[in-house]
Structure formats: structure tokens, C-alpha cells
């Protein structure tokens, strides 16, 4: 999953980012309303976080722009503790769920956990599919309850794919979601990680959809976990 952070203050911007990245996520980062704007328009992120008070352009407007383009990327909104006007206008402009200033990042990382799962259609933060579950809380994956030990790419690469279950995820689409944009991108890496998340998971549990990209096929017990 990649997330986008918007945030003129500095401090706050690198604790959110940091506190991120430590959950597994790849992070984009933007200081002010034009830059945050800009890439949330080209860029595909699963959530951004987004501060209302903005140099340059503020969050409502960026907000109002993404949506009249056709951008349904969940947005978190953060807002002045007391300006309830923030929150309104937020809401009105588009805005999926906020925090208020100051928070505390257990609260932040629990909403976009939230966001990211509605998003795709679970009800829970727990994926299972076969033998296999991911915990999105505790960035866990076990193996007929046995844990699994991913690298952080490794990681994202299952997570994407066990929230879009059933559903062909192409390699370029997958480039988009797993790094930021300061990293070197590189299609064939995904191979690797494929590669190496089947020595870990069961060689079946990814399948190759010849030329357009890979699936996680969902069973009955992802459905029903899925429904509940
Ligand atoms: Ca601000």
C-alpha cells in the first residue's frame, strides 16, 4: 500500500511518514498545497493523509479539485482542534475521516487501517484466504498459524494482493502501489518477491495470469470473512 502525506509542518511530516513506513507502507511526502495536490493527481495512492491548514493552496480546496476530477482515493483530513469549521467543510469537500491536532499516531494508524480495508471491501483487519492470514494490525502473516517471516517489500507486495483478493493485479499497478516515488522502480523485482513469497507460502497460493499480471484466487472462508 502507498500513502501520501501532506503536512506543511515539518516535525509532524517526518513523525507521520516515520510511523508509516514502520507499518509497512511505501510514503510520499508533500510540505505544501500545491506539491500535495499535484501528486495526489498523478499519483495512484490507496490513502493520503491531509492537512487542512496549507501554505500555497489549502486542504479543502486540494480536496475539492481531486474529487471534481473523478480521485476517490480515501482521504484522512487533519484539522486545528478547535475548528469544528474544518471538519465540516472537510467533510463536505470529500473528506472519508479525520483526526484532530494533536493525536496520537496509534489513532491515525488505526484510522488509515480503517480506510485502506473499507476501501477493499473488508470488515475486518484480518485477511485470511487458504492456509494463509494477514494481520494488518500487527503486520503479521502466518501460515496454518505458523508465522511467516517477510521483509518489508515482501510484505506490502502480499498485502496488496490479499486486499484485492479474486481480483487480477498487473505488475505495473503493483510497481505503483509498493514504492514511493523516491525509489528506483524496477518491474522485474516484483518477480523476485513473487518468487520468494511462494518458497514462503506454498508455491499455488500466488497464481500467474499469463501476461496481465498475478491473483490471489478468494475461497469460501475470504468471502465469509469478507461479508461478516
Ligand atoms: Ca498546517
Known amino acids: 500500500m502507498r500513502l501520501l502525506v501532506v503536512e506543511d ?6 513523525q507521520v511518514v516515520a510511523a508509516l513506513e514502520g507499518a509497512g507502507y511505501a510514503v510520499d511526502r508533500a510540505y505544501d498545497g500545491e506539491e500535495g495536490w499535484f501528486l495526489g493527481d498523478t499519483e495512484p495512492y490507496d490513502a493520503i493523509v491531509l492537512d487542512i491548514g496549507l501554505p500555497k493552496r489549502d486542504g479543502v480546496s486540494v480536496l475539492t479539485a481531486w474529487r471534481k476530477s473523478g480521485r476517490a482515493t480515501p482521504v484522512l483530513i487533519l484539522t486545528a482542534r478547535d475548528r469544528w469549521s474544518d471538519k465540516v467543510e472537510g467533510f463536505d469537500a470529500g473528506a472519508d475521516d479525520y483526526v484532530a491536532k494533536p493525536f496520537h499516531m496509534e489513532e491515525l494508524l488505526a484510522r488509515l487501517r480503517a480506510l485502506l480495508r473499507r476501501a477493499s471491501g473488508h470488515a475486518s483487519s484480518e485477511i485470511s484466504v487458504g492456509p494463509v492470514r494477514l494481520d494488518a494490525r500487527a503486520g503479521r502473516v502466518t501460515v496454518n498459524e505458523v508465522a511467516v517471516k517477510l521483509t518489508s517489500h515482501e510484505y506490502r507486495l502480499l498485502s496488496y494482493l490479499m486486499h484485492h483478493v479474486g481480483r487480477i493485479v498487473s505488475r505495473s499497478e503493483l510497481v505503483e502501489h509498493l514504492y514511493d516515488q523516491d525509489f528506483d522502480r524496477d518491474s522485474n523485482t516484483i518477480e523476485v ?14 497464481q500467474t495470469a499469463r501476461g496481465l499480471g498475478y491473483i490471489i484466487e478468494g475461497d469460501a472462508d475470504a468471502r465469509a470473512k469478507a461479508a461478516r
Not at 509542518?9 to 517526518?14: A, E, I, K, T, V
Not at 518477491?193 to 500466488?206: A, M, N, T
Open 193 to 206: 518477491f513473487v518468487g520468494r513469497l511462494r518458497r514462503k507460502l506454498g508455491v499455488d497460493f500466488i
Open 9 to 14: 509542518d515539518r516535525d509532524l511530516n517526518r
